[in-house]
């Protein structure tokens, strides 16, 4: 199993796996939940731009996106204008977004990315 690397684990799971040259992000929510929608998105982005240089690769590495929102017809507009500022335009990923009821009611975005090495 060496050849499975794991980063940033608990009990419950691990924050990044990196296997055969592929890096498998958690699903990623945001640490400062005052903020909206944007704000939240921007948190979760930033949190994910580390762990990918953590991992040596970045975003314009990324496969693909699932994106879970807590209240997808208020806030998908405004996530997706933060996504497509945040977002490599010359490799962009495949995604999903959908409307999931989250860990708490202060979360309004998970993301959970795949990306090469």
Known sequence: MSDIQRYDLNDRMS???IHNGVVYLSGITPKD???DIAAQTQDVLNTIDGYLE???TNKSRLLTAQIWLADIERDFGAMNQV???WVDKANVPTRATCEARLATSEILVEIIVTAAL
Request: proline content about 0%; charged content about 25%; overall charge positive.
């Open 33 to 35: 939940v005052s903020g």
């Open 54 to 56: 953590q991992a040596g």
């Open 15 to 17: 924050r990044v796996v």
């Open 83 to 85: 996504w497509e500022k």
